[in-house]
């Protein structure tokens, strides 16, 4: 088990002891991780003594995995017969909060979309279908992606057709941020994934910083 603190993240300790901490448990590649991210990461002894930061509650990446099929209807569709963006959106919306309540089982607001891209169109009668899973859990917030495929109802022909990253905050019944559980990640397609959602977190972190300059 190899423990990580971001420096982001340390700063905001300083206010809330053991509360504010992020951990993730990287199983077999715990090593390649911290030393791709040297930049990003200090590993942090003094994090192992936060009894807290211990006992934090991990999830693995499947705990939260969801799927969602729908049909392409008449109404969901342009002038071309092609499933219109911004259902999709929705859609993609919906599944995304689906795996960020699962993993965290609070209430959760969407935070940001990002990374949509549409490759191909999804046809009038065919089927939308959306794929969610974790890539990364911070204090409160849960980076989720979600890939979209179509499926000929007729021949059943399989084509991935968009792709979307989106960031959720878990929150109480006031609208403020609470903890998540960290999340726990094994093989080498699950710890990319987290190494690169923390890389965008941490441009998403300076680009948000920046934003609120003006
Ligand atoms: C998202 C929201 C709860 C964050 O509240 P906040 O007071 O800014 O909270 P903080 O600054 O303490 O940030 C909390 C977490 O959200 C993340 N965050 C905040 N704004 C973000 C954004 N625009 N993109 C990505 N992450 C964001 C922070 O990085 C932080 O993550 P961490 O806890 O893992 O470190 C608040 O901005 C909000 O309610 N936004 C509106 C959400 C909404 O209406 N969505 C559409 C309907 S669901």
């Known amino acids: 088990m190899v423990l990580y603190q971001d420096s982001s993240v340390a700063h905001k300790s300083e206010q809330l002891p053991g509360k504010s901490f992020f951990t993730s448990t990287v199983n077999k590649v715990g090593s390649d991780v911290l030393g791709c991210n040297a930049s990003y ?65 609070s209430l959760v607001v969407t935070a940001a979309m990002e990374g949509l891209d549409f490759h191909s169109p999804i046809c009038l009668g065919h089927l939308a279908i959306l794929k969610g899973r974790m890539h990364f859990s911070g204090t409160s917030s849960m980076e989720v992606g979600v890939e979209v495929y179509s499926e000929d109802t007729l021949s059943g022909k399989h084509a991935h057709t968009s792709s979307a990253i989106l960031t959720y905050v878990a929150v109480d019944a006031k609208g403020q941020p609470v903890p998540v559980p960290g999340l726990s ?24 910083k920046e934003n609120k300059k003006f």
């Open 41 to 105: 990461y200090s590993m942090n002894v003094a994090c192992l003594a936060s009894m807290k930061m211990k006992n934090r509650k991990e999830k693995k990446v499947d705990d939260s995995l969801a799927e969602m099929t729908q049909i392409v209807l008449p109404n969901d569709t342009n002038m071309l017969g092609h499933l219109l963006g911004g259902t999709l959106m929705h859609w993609i919306d919906l599944i995304g909060a689906v795996v960020a309540n699962r993993h965290c089982r």
């Open 185 to 208: 990640v094994t093989g080498d397609e699950e710890s990319t994934r987290f190494r690169e959602a923390m890389k965008r977190r941490e441009r998403r972190l300076k680009r948000l």
